[in-house]
């Protein structure tokens, strides 16, 4: 079983940063990948950022050139930087991690982005 640990999110003016890691533990597989989903109320779950352990990174349309999402493998850490935050990025963000045979999810944490 994979353990996810979030940290960061909050409150932030339009145009600010935020910054959001997740820690992934307890688990003997190798993850394949790390990455970040966002549910905003009356939505559905969708895609942010994700990146495979050898670091080839996808985004979704958009956050492109606004967000970036790194990893360390050797810590199992997946950060997502998120900078020039707009109202529409407010969302509940999960942190998501996949091994050959799990799909694990973060408890989640809310960013909020006020006008």
């Known amino acids: 079983q994979v353990q996810l640990v979030e940290s960061g999110g909050g409150l932030v003016q339009a145009g600010g940063s935020l910054r959001l890691s997740c820690a992934a533990s307890?688990?003997?597989?190798?993850?394949?990948?790390m990455g970040w989903y966002r549910q905003a109320p009356g939505k559905q779950r969708e895609l942010v950022a994700v990146?495979?352990?050898?670091?080839?990174?996808n985004y979704a349309d958009s956050v492109k050139g606004r967000f970036t999402i790194s990893r360390d493998n050797a810590k199992n850490v997946v950060t997502l930087q998120m900078n020039s935050l707009k109202p529409e990025d407010t969302a509940v963000y999960y942190c998501?991690?996949?091994?050959?045979?799990?799909?694990?999810w973060g408890q989640g944490t809310q960013v909020t982005v006020s006008s």
């Open positions: 998501n991690a996949r091994t050959s045979v799990l799909n694990a």
């Open positions: 307890r688990t003997s597989f190798r993850i394949n990948y």
């Open positions: 990146i495979s352990g050898g670091g080839i990174t």
